[in-house]
Nanobody, 114 residues
Framework: QMQLVESGGDLVQAGGSLRLSCAASGIIVRYNNIAWYRQAPGKRREFIATLTINGTENYAAAVKGRFAISRDSAKNTVYLQMTSLKPEDTGVYYC????????WGQGTQVTVSS
């Protein structure tokens, strides 16, 4: 099956850090563009970061300089390292393939308290 499972979300204080994981099955992350997204309550899903097949990283302006996307090919997992977290980073975080997404998973909840 083609599946991406997000994990690592937690409740953290503003200024803290978290590392989210996107574990892939039926997809080889080294040979796919993988992106992170988030969705805050009452808002639409927004793009956060992309890691392309050739290793290029792209970030939304809201997270540039604070978040870093990476992959571990041996574990077939993509990560999102988040630092200097702000309350506005709160939301459900998802990963998916670009430009051919698979079914969206349940995401992982990140809550940043002020």
């Amino acid at each position: 099956q083609m599946q991406l499972v997000e994990s690592g979300g937690d409740l953290v204080q503003a200024g803290g850090s978290l590392r989210l994981s996107c574990a892939a099955s039926g997809i080889i992350v080294r040979y796919n563009n993988i992106a992170w997204y988030r969705q805050a309550p009452g808002k639409r899903r927004e793009f956060i970061a992309t890691l392309t097949i050739n290793g290029t990283e792209n970030y939304a302006a809201a997270v540039k300089g604070r978040f870093a996307i990476s992959r571990d090919s041996a574990k077939n997992t993509v990560y999102l390292q988040m630092t200097s977290l702000k309350p506005e980073d709160t939301g459900v975080y998802y990963c998916n393939r670009v430009p051919h997404p698979v079914s969206w998973g349940q995401g992982t909840q990140v809550t940043v308290s002020s």
